[in-house]
Nanobody, 115 residues
Framework: QVQLMESGGGLVQAGGSLRLLCTASGSISSITAQGWYRQYPGRQHELVAVFQSSGSLLYGDSVLGRSTLTRDNTKTTMSLRMDSLKPEDTAVYYC?????????WGQGTQVTVST
């Protein structure tokens, strides 16, 4: 079992920046993939950024070039920085961790970008 706790988010002005943090606990050594997704009302999760099981880093097309995903060597703490925020970045952001047999999600944190 992996538990994920998100922090950060909130209300940000368009053009601004934010940092989201995710802290993992439990069976951290079993994590193979780790990242952030977001969800708009009535829609499925959309990729923001993820460390894939291969170790490569993948960004969603809509945030490419203005987002940076980092994590510590123990995979305990993961940070997502987003710059040049747009109103369309308004969504609920979820921390994600994948193991060989399961997927885990945080409770979600609301990000609202105002014009």
């Amino acid at each position: 079992q992996v538990q994920l706790m998100e922090s950060g988010g909130g209300l940000v002005q368009a053009g601004g920046s934010l940092r989201l943090l995710c802290t993992a606990s439990g069976s951290i050594s079993s994590i193979t993939a780790q990242g952030w997704y977001r969800q708009y009302p009535g829609r499925q999760h959309e990729l923001v950024a993820v460390f894939q099981s291969s170790g490569s880093l993948l960004y969603g097309d809509s945030v490419l070039g203005r987002s940076t995903l980092t994590r510590d060597n123990t995979k305990t703490t993961m940070s997502l920085r987003m710059d040049s925020l747009k109103p369309e970045d308004t969504a609920v952001y979820y921390c994600y961790a994948g193991t060989r047999g399961s997927s885990y999600w945080g409770q979600g944190t609301q990000v609202t970008v105002s014009t």
